[in-house]
């Protein structure tokens, strides 16, 4: 199984800034996993936010959160996301993926997920 365990998530003001982490293990984890972000709201779906390919060469944004959101991969089995300039709607449970897939962007192509952490920002 793949474990992944999500951190960094809090309470901000708008136009403040979080960094979230995500580390993962397991004895099926394998680096060439692509690694993601998606978010999920009160009374929402989960939504797709980011994802970054193993290599790091392939990386994709929604469009809600491009040119403030940065997603990246500095070690095989972690995935960080910068998110800055954050907005009220940003407010969300925050989950880390993984997917077997060089990279993925919907919700099916991800097939382990953490626990999440939560995302609050005040207006």
């Known amino acids: 199984q793949v474990h992944l365990v999500e951190s960094g998530g809090g309470l901000v003001q708008t136009g403040g800034s979080l960094r979230l982490s995500c580390a993962a293990s397991?004895?099926?984890?394998?680096?060439?996993?692509?690694m993601g972000w998606f978010r999920q709201a009160p009374g929402k779906d989960r939504e797709f936010v980011a994802a970054i390919s193993w290599s790091g060469g392939a990386i994709y944004y929604s469009d809600s959160v491009k040119g403030r959101f940065t997603i990246s991969r500095d070690s095989w089995n972690t995935v960080d996301l910068q998110m800055n300039s954050l907005k009220p709607e940003d407010t969300a449970v925050y989950y880390c993926?993984?997917?077997?897939?060089?990279?993925?962007?919907?919700?099916?192509?991800?097939?382990?997920w953490g626990q999440g952490t939560q995302v609050s920002v005040s207006s």
């Open positions: 397991g004895r099926t984890f394998s680096k060439s996993y692509c």
């Open positions: 993926a993984a997917s077997p897939h060089t990279v993925a962007r919907t919700e099916s192509g991800f097939g382990f």
